[in-house]
T-cell receptor, first 113, second 113 residues
């Protein structure tokens, strides 16, 4: 069990550029979640997958955001045409449903200039 | 999602017990009480969860009021490594309610040497 990993850990981009983040969950975990966290706030849910199926999306997930988990293992989160308001920590978590516990990665910190 | 209320901050001294309160007066019968914590520059980490009975694990104890409208996370001997933001989260076990964790702002715990 190597834990949840995320890449990159930090990303600086210019407004209008596209960015993509990767999450590798704990092996054999069937659920994968994405959250976003801004400074001083708790994480906010964005979306989650059961294997390769995206089962729920938050209203926070605008049409500029897309997430995939093509083979039910790693996942990517893409933000198109980034805006300064997208600056945040993007957290990935995984779980072995139906067990309750979610295991979080270290996050990707995005700064949009 | 049912709402939780926690103090913004608390302080403790090293090697003393810490009692972190959480109010959840609108809790439903199918809500589990979860606690996660987030150390600086890290993703959240699971601490403990329970439904009705008090729970103990190697990290902490969870005391749940008889009417379930409040709970207390107990760290028996605080260490400097316990300095973190602690989140009390209600999670409905019914799958129709989704799999998300809804974080509030949590309690910032400071541990003094």
């Amino acid at each position: 069990d190597t834990g949840v990993s995320q890449d990159p850990r930090h990303k600086i981009t210019k407004r209008g550029q596209n960015v993509t983040f990767r999450c590798d969950p704990i092996s054999e975990h069937n659920r994968l979640y994405w959250y976003r966290q801004t400074l001083g706030q708790g994480p906010e849910f964005l979306t989650y997958f059961q294997n390769e199926a995206q089962l729920e999306k938050s209203r926070l997930l605008s049409d500029r955001f897309s997430a995939e988990r093509p083979k039910g293992s790693f996942s990517t989160l893409e933000i198109q045409r980034t805006e300064q308001g997208d600056s945040a920590m993007y957290l990935c978590a995984s779980s072995l449903w139906p067990r309750e516990t979610q295991y979080f990665g270290p996050g990707t910190r995005l700064l949009v200039l | 999602d049912a709402k939780t209320t926690q103090p913004n901050s608390m302080e403790s001294n090293e090697e003393e017990p810490v009692h972190l309160p959480c109010n959840h007066s609108t809790i439903s019968g199918t809500d589990y009480i979860h606690w996660y914590r987030q150390l600086p520059s890290q993703g959240p980490e699971y601490v403990i969860h329970g439904l009705t009975s008090n729970v103990n694990n190697r990290m902490a104890s969870l005391a749940i009021a008889e009417d379930r409208k409040s709970s207390t996370l107990i760290l028996h001997r605080a260490t400097l490594r316990d300095a973190a933001v602690y989140y009390c989260i209600l999670r409905d076990v019914r799958e129709t309610s989704g799999s998300r964790l809804t974080f509030g702002e949590g309690t910032q715990l400071t541990v003094n040497p």
